[in-house]
C-alpha cells in the first residue's frame, strides 16, 4: 500500500526544504503530486497520523458522493438504496493500493461526469475546476472523464439505430490505442491479467471487493449474484443496447482485456503498473451508477447492507492485524540512533496486496530513513534522488532488489539495518544490522487471518 510511502516522502520533502538532508532535491511537477501537497501541509499542521487520516477522509468522501452523484442523475431518483455498494467501493481494492494521487483524480472525474450528465454552463465550469484539481492528482483519470463526456455526447446526437456502431467504433479505438503503446512505449501484457480468476474479478470489476485474502472472495460472489439479479431486471426493460452508460461500462471492460498491465514513460525511472486494477475501478463504477435505474427493492437493498457488513468486518479484522505488525516494526526501529538507514521486505503470505510493502515508512517518520523507498528514485513524485546520498537508494533497481529478492549490501551502504525474521518464539520481527556484503531479508508470514481464524 502506498499511502505510507506519500506520508513518508511529505515528510522527506520538509526535511529537504530545511536543508537537513543532502543529496535529494524537491521539484515540482504539475500533475502526481496532489496528495501529497496536501499532507505535507496536513504534518506541518496536525503531524503523520492526523495529516494521512485527513487525506483519506478527504479522499473517501470526495469518490463516495461522486459516485453516489453519478448514480443519481443517471437514474433520476436518489441512490440511497446502492449506498452499501458505493461505501464498499470506496474502500475498495484501489483505495488500498494507497494510490491516492489516482484515487482523488478518479473521484474528481466521476464528478465531472455527474455535473455534465445535463449539460448546462455552470457545470461546465465545475467540470473544468474538477478538471484542474484532478490533473494535480494524475492526469489519466481526467482524460477518461474527457473522452466518457464526448461519448456521452456523442451517443447523444447520432440516430439511436446507430449507437451500437458507436460501441464498436470505440472498442476499435481502445484496440487501436493499445498497440500505439506497444509501438510508441515499453509495455507488457499478459494473458493471465484476464484469463484467470483474478482477471476474471478484475474485467467484471468485482476485484475491487477482494483487496486482500481469499475470504473476499465470497463477498465478491454475494455481489455477482446481486448484480446478477439487478442486471436481469434492468434487461428485462429493453433499451441496453442504446444506452450510453451501459456503453461506457462496455468499453470499461474491454480496457482492461486489452491494456497493457504497465507501461513504462521516458520521462519516468518506473513504469505505470496496475493498469487493469485501476481500469477495473471504472468498470465497478459504470455499472453501479447503471444499476441505479433498475428496480431496487427493500430485500436486494437489504441484502447490499449485509455482504457490506461482512465486508468492513474483514476489513476491520484485517486492519487491526496490519496494524499490530506495523507496530511491532515500529518498536524495533525506536531503539536505533537517529538517522539510521533501515529496509523492510515483509509479504503477507496469501494475500492480493503487498500490503506491508511500505510498513516501514510509518515506523521511520521523525526516526530514521527507509533506504529502499522507490519514489525518490523513480523521478514520478516531487522528491528526487539526485545522486548518492545517506537517505534513499538513487537506484530503482537497487529498490527493487530490496523489495522483490534481497539486495547485497555494498561498502557505501553499509552499516544497513534490515527488518528480518525473528528467531524469538512469540516475537515475528527482528532487526539485523548488516555490514558489506551481507544480504537484506525479504520474507513472507501469515498476517491477515484466513476465515477459519478470523476471530482468534
Not at 481494492?93 to 489516482?102: D, K, R
Request: net charge neutral.
Amino acid at each position: 500500500m502506498d499511502l505510507p510511502s506519500h506520508v513518508y516522502n511529505a515528510w522527506l520533502a520538509s526535511l529537504i526544504a530545511h536543508g537537513q538532508v543532502s543529496g535529494l532535491e524537491l521539484v515540482h511537477p504539475f500533475t502526481n503530486v496532489l496528495a501529497d501537497w496536501i499532507l505535507s501541509v496536513g504534518l506541518h499542521a496536525f503531524g503523520a497520523a492526523w495529516a494521512a487520516r485527513i487525506l483519506c477522509i478527504l479522499a473517501v468522501e470526495t469518490f463516495f458522493w461522486g459516485v453516489f452523484r453519478l448514480a443519481s442523475v443517471v437514474s433520476g431518483k436518489s441512490a440511497w438504496p446502492l449506498a452499501p455498494c458505493i461505501a464498499m467501493l470506496s474502500y475498495g481494492f484501489t483505495f488500498y493500493l494507497g494510490f491516492v494521487n489516482f484515487y482523488l483524480a478518479t473521484a474528481c472525474s466521476v464528478w465531472i461526469l455527474a455535473v455534465l450528465w445535463r449539460f448546462s454552463f455552470r457545470g461546465l465550469l465545475a467540470a473544468f475546476a474538477l478538471g484542474v484539481v484532478g490533473s494535480m492528482a494524475s492526469l489519466l483519470p481526467v482524460a477518461w472523464a474527457v473522452l466518457a463526456v464526448g461519448y456521452m455526447y456523442a451517443a447523444r446526437v447520432i440516430p439511436v439505430r446507430v449507437r451500437p456502431v458507436l460501441l464498436v467504433g470505440g472498442a476499435g479505438c481502445l484496440v487501436v490505442a493499445d498497440l500505439v503503446f506497444a509501438r510508441m512505449f515499453e509495455c507488457y501484457w499478459h494473458l493471465d491479467q484476464i484469463a484467470s480468476s483474478l482477471g476474471f474479478l478484475r474485467l467484471t470489476g468485482l476485484g475491487q471487493f477482494a483487496p486482500f485474502g481469499p475470504k473476499y472472495l465470497f463477498v465478491s460472489l454475494a455481489i455477482l449474484i446481486l448484480w446478477g439479479k439487478l442486471f436481469l431486471e434492468r434487461v428485462e426493460r429493453g433499451g441496453v443496447l442504446r444506452d450510453p452508460l451501459f456503453h461506457l461500462w462496455l468499453l470499461a471492460v474491454v480496457a482492461v482485456a486489452v491494456l497493457p498491465s504497465g507501461l513504462g514513460f521516458p520521462m519516468y525511472a518506473a513504469n505505470l503498473t496496475f493498469i487493469p486494477d485501476r481500469v477495473s475501478q471504472f468498470v465497478a463504477i459504470l455499472f453501479c451508477a447503471w444499476l441505479g435505474s433498475a428496480t431496487l427493492g427493500r430485500g436486494t437493498t437489504s441484502w447490499l447492507a449485509a455482504v457490506a457488513a461482512v465486508y468492513f468486518v474483514f476489513l476491520y479484522v484485517d486492519a487491526r492485524a496490519l496494524n499490530k505488525a506495523d507496530a511491532e516494526i515500529t518498536a524495533l526501529v525506536s531503539h536505533l540512533p537517529p538517522a539510521q538507514r533501515v529496509v523492510s521486505s515483509v509479504r503477507d503470505s496469501g494475500a492480493v496486496l503487498t500490503s506491508l510493502e511500505h510498513v516501514l515508512d510509518w515506523a521511520c517518520i521523525g526516526r530514521c530513513f527507509d533506504y529502499g523507498n522507490y519514489e525518490p528514485a523513480s523521478h514520478a513524485f516531487r522528491v528526487w534522488a539526485a545522486g548518492v546520498n545517506g537517505v534513499v537508494t538513487p537506484s530503482l533497481e537497487t529498490a527493487e532488489e530490496i523489495e522483490y529478492r534481497g539486495h547485497a549490501v555494498t561498502a557505501a551502504e553499509a552499516p544497513l539495518y534490515s527488518v528480518c525474521p525473528s528467531s524469538v518464539p512469540g516475537q515475528r520481527f527482528a532487526l539485523r544490522r548488516l555490514e558489506a556484503g551481507e544480504k537484506t531479508c525479504s520474507f513472507e508470514l501469515d498476517i491477515t487471518p484466513a476465515l477459519v481464524n478470523l476471530f482468534w
